[in-house]
T-cell receptor, first 115, second 111 residues
Framework: DAEITQSPRHKITETGRQVTLACHQTWNHNNMFWYRQDLGHGLRLIHYSYGVQDTNKGEVSDGYSVSRSNTEDLPLTLESAASSQTSVYFC??????????????FGEGSRLTVL | DQQVKQNSPSLSVQEGRISILNCDYTNSMFDYFLWYKKYPAEGPTFLISISSIKDKNEDGRFTVFLNKSAKHLSLHIVPSQPGDSAVYFCAAAPSANNLFFGTGTRLTVIP
């Protein structure tokens, strides 16, 4: 079965360290997204990609970067982790965009704690 | 500024009764709306959607109602079951664009 997997599921790091969260999907979807979930804010879009070599900033992109070198993977990098980036991160993919076949398929999440 | 709002952080309902979850939005360009359900330690999963050309969409026990003039949508679950206990996120987007999510409502169905 096609799926979307995230790793690691749990990560504790220190302020200033570089952290990369991996996301791998086997749906062959062109569209991939990274969200963070925080109490009182719901799910907020960090970065997204509509295809290989395409990356775009979302509403909370500061301090994060992504790269898309193939269809299956969209790693999220925190260049210098800050305590404000302690959150649960969700990767998602979709076949189309809202209004077409916009249903998002989410991974199980990566809980990141920055001390 | 939150463009999609779920003003009730939590809701408790007796098993077998109706659950009504509400969502308001501010952007008049939104024309596609979805509900996602999330269990603890899992990612959100798609539940039901509606486009702005409709005012109601039904799928089994789940019905979504859209009131465009009020910029309001609601999710009705009838009858509610203990397995429906989860966090429900409302999401909205302009056509062919990215989704904006609400803050979520935690539904507890009491057996």
């Amino acid at each position: 079965d096609a799926e979307i997997t995230q790793s690691p599921r749990h990560k504790i790091t220190e302020t200033g360290r570089q952290v990369t969260l991996a996301c791998h999907q086997t749906w062959n979807h062109n569209n991939m997204f990274w969200y963070r979930q925080d109490l009182g804010h719901g799910l907020r879009l960090i970065h997204y990609s509509y295809g290989v070599q395409d990356t775009n900033k979302g509403e909370v992109s500061d301090g994060y970067s992504v790269s898309r070198s193939n269809t299956e993977d969209l790693p999220l990098t925190l260049e210098s982790a800050a305590s404000s980036q302690t959150s649960v991160y969700f990767c998602a993919s979709s076949e189309g965009l809202a209004g077409t076949t916009g249903e998002l398929f989410f991974g199980e999440g990566s809980r990141l704690t920055v001390l | 500024d939150q463009q999609v709002k779920q003003n009730s952080p939590s809701l408790s309902v007796q098993e077998g009764r109706i659950s009504i979850l509400n969502c308001d939005y501010t952007n008049s360009m939104f024309d596609y709306f979805l509900w996602y359900k999330k269990y603890p330690a899992e990612g959100p999963t798609f539940l039901i959607s509606i486009s702005s050309i409709k005012d109601k969409n039904e799928d089994g026990r789940f019905t979504v109602f859209l009131n465009k003039s009020a910029k309001h949508l609601s999710l009705h679950i009838v009858p509610s079951q203990p397995g429906d206990s989860a966090v429900y996120f409302c999401a909205a987007a302009p056509s062919a664009n990215n989704l904006f999510f609400g803050t979520g409502t935690r539904l507890t169905v009491i057996p």
